[in-house]
């Protein structure tokens, strides 16, 4: 029995892969890894796929220096920038995407934290949200306290997103004006005010293996649930803007894996899935159970529709998991 099949049966019977297994896994021959791959997430999940969407409820004018961001202020990106969007235009939004059949949405805002007065404001977005629809209730506001966390809690969020982007030991290479650390706080700020916590990286950076690995490592030991796997989009004006694209086969090793270390895990595929010519289609087949769907927040995703003929075609069914 090769040491694919040996671990993925003993991943079904509860057994956590370690990093080393986790590295021979990554190593391993694509084809084989996927399959088994597909299977654990058969057995873990079975066709539920978690299908959300966002929107960038304030844009640009970020405070933050992470190297392959376009709304950083440290770089010229010529992105629209624009303060909090106004109650009404974020639930018109809300309301379309629940009616195509999207489970989870989310407003995002740029920018290190959002102040007392912005969380305020957003809490009447979410409230408004939760008194106009059923569509479960994610927010991605940056490096939030504790205190903030209780006041989206009961405003009607249930979900905060944090990537963790990359490894520690990469993370001083993409960001300096926030730490590996700030982030982590931040998910157990977020964990003990009641809210599950969706986090994951970036692919593409000029990380390694390693790293990849590492980093789902530690969202393994935080207990987190929802993992998005990000495709860097390199943009014009960042310092990755000459970053070599990742390639499709790359994604589905690193899904594959993720699976192996994330058995029962939501593995999302996120920003960038539009860079790959099947939109996702193999990844699907990798191990991934879970998508963002639509408009990325300054860079082009897949329509609602044509994810939902993709999750038809490949036997899935948009209903959660959890």
Not at 26 to 46: I, K, V
Not at 140 to 156: D, I, M, P, T, V
Not at 213 to 223: K, T, V
Request: aromatic letters at 6%.
């Amino acid at each position: 029995m090769s040491i694919i099949q040996q671990l993925k049966l003993a991943v079904t019977h509860g057994y956590q892969v370690t990093r080393e297994e986790a590295l021979s896994l990554y190593s391993a021959p694509l084809e084989q890894l996927c399959t088994a791959a597909d299977e654990l997430r058969q057995h873990f999940c079975g066709n539920a796929f978690d299908l959300c969407t966002i929107i960038n409820g304030k844009s640009g004018r970020c405070s933050e220096n992470c190297k392959y961001c376009a709304q950083s202020s440290h770089y010229c990106t010529e992105i629209e920038e624009y303060a909090l969007l106004d109650s009404e235009c974020i639930v018109k939004e809300a309301r379309y995407n629940e009616s195509k059949g999207v489970l989870r949405y989310s407003i995002v805002t740029s920018g290190r934290n959002l102040s007392n007065a912005e969380l305020d404001i957003i809490c009447e977005s979410y409230r408004a949200l939760r008194d106009s629809c059923t569509i479960l209730l994610c927010a991605s506001h940056g490096l939030l306290s504790f205190e903030q966390f209780q006041q989206l809690k009961a405003a009607g969020v249930r979900r905060y997103h944090n990537n963790l982007e990359t490894s520690r030991r990469f993370f001083p290479q993409i960001c300096t004006t926030h730490t590996y650390d700030d982030k982590l706080r931040t998910i157990k700020n977020a964990l003990a005010a009641g809210l599950e916590v969706c986090s994951g990286g970036i692919m593409g950076l000029g990380e390694t293996a390693e790293d990849r690995i590492d980093m789902a490592l530690d969202l393994r030991s935080l207990g987190i649930k929802s993992v998005p796997v990000n495709l860097l989009n390199p943009i014009k004006g960042t310092p990755l803007e000459n970053a070599v694209r990742i390639t499709g086969e790359e994604v589905r090793r690193i899904t594959a894996t993720y699976r192996f270390i994330l058995p029962d895990a939501n593995i999302r595929l996120a920003g960038g899935r539009g860079l790959l010519a099947d939109k996702g289609r193999a990844v699907f087949q990798s191990g991934a159970n879970a998508a963002i769907s639509g408009d990325m927040l300054t860079t082009a995703g897949i329509s609602i529709s044509d994810d939902i003929n993709i999750l038809k075609e490949l036997g899935f069914e948009a209903k959660l998991y959890e």
